[in-house]
């Protein structure tokens, strides 16, 4: 095993281990069977593996994982985010480097980690963080009919 599929085999495994999906999809064409050993051990209940993208899925998945022998495109992703899960990790090399940055966070994806020697970058969407709660956000002291005549500026 490579030090890159060590340091993306550790990522998911942490990430499993955070979130523990019980179903989980990855997209690659590789054989990544010291992954799915590293998964068995969780408390994950069914895994699926496509090579490509497949348009017309249906299934949810509690976790979607494209690995970087995996090309998507901007629509597969938005797919894959509006549609088939809400936690999406995206695992990507350094090859058109500005193009792909854009592309990401256009679709609303953080940056978890780069990693020039080891050519790796990850993406991660997670519907349950994405938009966090702000305290000034809400209707609570502005905006009520019972205050439109106490306040005036």
Known sequence: MTKKEKIIYSFISN???DENPENIHLLTST???NLIKRIEKTNSKAISI???FIDDSNEVYDLYVVLDDVHV???NIGRVKNLLSQKIVIFNDFNNDKG???QMLKLGLQTEFRDK???IKCFSYNLKNYNNKRAWNNSKGWANPE???KFRW
Request: charged share 30%.
């Open 73 to 75: 495109n901007e629509t």
């Open 31 to 33: 054989d990544i069977s």
């Open 100 to 102: 792909v940055d854009t």
């Open 15 to 17: 990430i499993i281990d």
């Open 50 to 52: 496509s090579p490509e």
């Open 147 to 149: 205050n439109f005549d």
């Open 117 to 119: 020697t080891n050519n």
